[in-house]
């Protein structure tokens, strides 16, 4: 079992930035990656980016790509994601998830259905 808790959300201005934290404890010897979801209210759930704990490779939407970074703190079983720039159409529940090791590729990483641990989700909301 995997535990996950999301931070760091919140409400911010356009163009702001805010810092999420998805810390994992727990069978953390387990986890092969962490993804980082999004669903806003009426939409669909969607992928946002994901970084592998093995080899630390990262993939990102299209839609966040150059706005916002994933990084990890191996340390603190920690991952990160800054968000900057960020947009109205950015509001949503943010969700992070892990996934037990495999093949590394976007595919894998941004199909919900290869993560088995989901956290609570955070909220953020951007004001324009």
């Known amino acids: 079992q995997v535990q996950l808790v999301e931070s760091g959300g919140g409400l911010v201005q356009a163009g702001g930035s805010l810092r999420l934290s998805c810390a994992a404890s727990?069978?953390?010897?387990?986890?092969?990656?962490t993804g980082w979801f999004r669903q806003a209210p009426g939409k669909e759930r969607e992928f946002v980016t994901a970084i592998s704990w093995i080899g630390a490779s990262t993939y990102y939407a299209n839609a966040i790509r150059g706005r916002f970074t994933i990084s990890r703190d191996a340390a603190k079983n920690t991952v990160y994601v800054e968000m900057d720039n960020l947009i109205p159409e950015d509001t949503a529940v943010y969700y992070c998830?892990?996934?037990?090791?495999?093949?590394?590729?976007?595919?894998?990483?941004?199909?919900?259905?290869?993560?088995?641990?989901w956290g609570q989700g955070t909220q953020v909301t951007v004001s324009s």
């Open positions: 998830a892990t996934r037990p090791p495999g093949k590394s590729a976007y595919a894998v990483a941004a199909s919900a259905a290869t993560y088995d641990y």
């Open positions: 727990g069978q953390t010897s387990t986890i092969g990656g």
